[in-house]
């Protein structure tokens, strides 16, 4: 595992992200973890949070894009922070496009947010995590009928690894086969395990082995059909 996983891994930890426990999920599924991307808050978590997405890109995608789109409203913050981080760290200017959820009618009018987008245009979308794929399902339609683009890829920062609602494909897997283009994510949810299980953080191990238990129970009733997991 590259030295950047590892520490976006223990950086989802320290940031109270990625938590273990008992969860609830909206497909009313029962996690035992659960991970929130609203919970980075400060200027030196999203400095980072940016940095861990520019080097996953320029690992999985390279830099040939012209637009990274973020969907409203957790995909903004991270198509900002993603674009200056690429242009801190490689000097590459990148594009930054979010749509709203409602449409502007005086002013900067229209639906999107940041450059508009032009025929040619090479687009990656980035959001937080992607479970069911409804957001791309909502994102590409609203890309495509700003603009003839070329819709390169996804990246999210987690890849849960699990079934989707309607399939025993991952959400990613889902994606690529039904859109054509590459889903990825900066770390699966297998190496948040090798990465954390019985490892001490800060005098603690948060991912014991009663965790692992039920991480490994979680995974033979959802687990996807695609992805082997444990």
Do not use: W
Request: net charge negative.
């Amino acid at each position: 595992m590259e030295s950047y996983k590892e520490e976006f891994i223990n950086f989802m930890v320290d940031s109270n992200v990625l938590k273990f426990g008992e969860f609830t999920l909206k497909s009313g599924r029962k996690s035992p973890f659960f991970m929130n991307a609203g919970a980075y808050v400060t200027g030196s978590q999203l400095r980072k949070l940016g940095e861990y997405y520019a080097r996953a890109i320029h690992d999985t995608y390279g830099l040939e894009f012209d637009v990274l789109f973020g969907p409203a409203y957790k995909g903004i913050p991270l198509a900002v922070v993603t674009c200056v981080a690429i242009s801190e760290l490689y000097g590459r200017e990148i594009r930054y496009c979010s749509n709203r959820k409602e449409i502007k009618d005086h002013g900067d009018k229209g639906i999107l947010l940041g450059t508009k987008l032009r025929d040619g245009d090479r687009v990656l979308i980035i959001e937080d995590v992607t479970t069911s794929g409804k957001s791309i399902e909502e994102t590409v339609p609203i890309i495509r009928e700003q603009a003839d683009a070329d819709i390169v890829g996804l990246m999210v920062s987690l890849n849960r690894q699990e079934k989707g609602q309607d399939s025993d494909m991952s959400a990613l897997s889902e994606i690529r086969e039904r859109y054509g283009f590459e889903a990825n994510a900066i770390v699966t949810m297998q190496e948040v395990v090798e990465c954390l299980y019985n490892k001490p953080i800060d005098g603690e191990v948060i991912l014991t082995k009663d965790i692992k238990k039920a991480i490994d129970e979680y995974y033979k009733e959802y687990g996807a059909a695609d992805v082997k997991f444990g």
